[in-house]
């Protein structure tokens, strides 16, 4: 939670969608992916903070760009101009948007960044990518006609007051179709609510995980360790398991305190909904979080070379 304070908004459901936290993951689906979800923490509180997410990532390369071309004399890959027939893995590139917008009590935070990777091969199996993002973030503070508590507090009587902040983020992705671990950072420029002076709003995420496929069924267990400016450390620990690729159950412990579970559905390989339920210990009443998402296959249809998204 947010008070006077301005960092990243966190979704439980990042573990569905890690370009949320690492814009080295734009681009590296087969589909072009749109997911929007809307989440309220603490039903027990009035005026409990809302918040609402918007992503978009896509691959944008195409026959005519580079590709590694695998030399058998060497046994290593190559950059230089391919052809159909021949065993070779393309250079990807993946750009995509970030929009979120979260509401606490008199604090609306408003972000808005665009991010681009280059996925390189490194064998046959496995793909290293790294992104880079930037955008704005909208503070908003307005105590009219609001709740504000500690009416002493000096910021609160500022009336109302916007502020513009700089963001910045940077990731890197190790992946194949099995295992997969990446890093990144965001940065956010300045506080315009702090008023001595200190850098407390850097975020570092470390992701790991592993996709494991068991006939009709693919478990993936995965974890995240997250150093937020304002909050301190934690480490998330996640489970998967889709039945069919349809429908699917997991699981989380965040910080290894707070429990989590979820479902989801995938209808016609394009539909997907989830939802979340955050079991919290206190009396301040459980946190929901419900998305949907779109996948856009066309690219993929559109392609003749079957190397093109691996």
Not at 23 to 34: E, K, L, Q
Not at 122 to 134: K, Q
Not at 198 to 208: F, P
Request: aromatic share 14%; charged share 20%.
């Amino acid at each position: 939670m947010r008070l006077l304070a301005q960092n990243e908004l966190f979704s439980r459901q990042y573990f569905l969608n890690n370009y949320l936290v690492n814009p080295a993951v734009g681009g590296i689906h087969d589909y072009m992916d749109a997911r929007l979800s809307y989440s309220r923490q603490w039903t027990a509180i009035e005026n409990s903070p809302s918040s609402v997410l918007l992503t978009f990532n896509t691959n944008l390369s195409k026959e005519k760009d580079q590709v590694l071309r695998y030399s058998y004399a060497d046994r290593k890959y190559r950059i230089g101009k391919g052809h159909l027939d021949y065993n070779y893995r393309r250079i990807k590139h993946g750009v995509g948007l970030k929009a979120t917008y979260d509401k606490v009590n008199v604090f609306n935070y408003t972000d808005v960044l665009l991010s681009y990777a280059c996925h390189v091969p490194l064998n046959p199996y496995f793909t290293l990518s790294v992104g880079i993002g930037g955008g704005m973030s909208l503070s908003t503070l307005d105590v009219t006609g609001n709740y504000i508590g500690n009416s002493d507090d000096p910021l609160l009587n500022a009336g109302k007051r916007n502020e513009i902040t700089p963001v910045l983020e940077a990731g890197i992705w190790l992946y194949t179709t099995g295992p997969y671990i990446g890093m990144s950072l965001s940065k956010y420029m300045e506080d315009p609510y702090d008023e001595d002076g200190k850098t407390r709003y850097n975020n570092i995420y470390a992701t790991a995980g592993w996709q494991l496929v068991f006939r009709n069924m693919t478990f993936t267990p995965s974890l995240m360790y997250c150093y937020n400016g304002y909050s301190g450390e934690g480490l998330d620990i996640h489970a998967v398991l889709w039945f069919y690729d349809v429908v699917w159950a997991g699981a989380s412990l965040r910080k290894l305190e707070n429990p989590s579970a979820h479902v989801g559905l995938l209808l016609g390989n394009r539909v997907e909904i989830n939802y979340t339920y955050d079991i919290n210990k206190s009396e301040w009443g459980g946190s929901h979080e419900i998305g949907i998402a779109y996948r856009i296959w066309k690219r993929a249809d559109d392609c003749k070379n079957k190397w093109y998204f691996r």
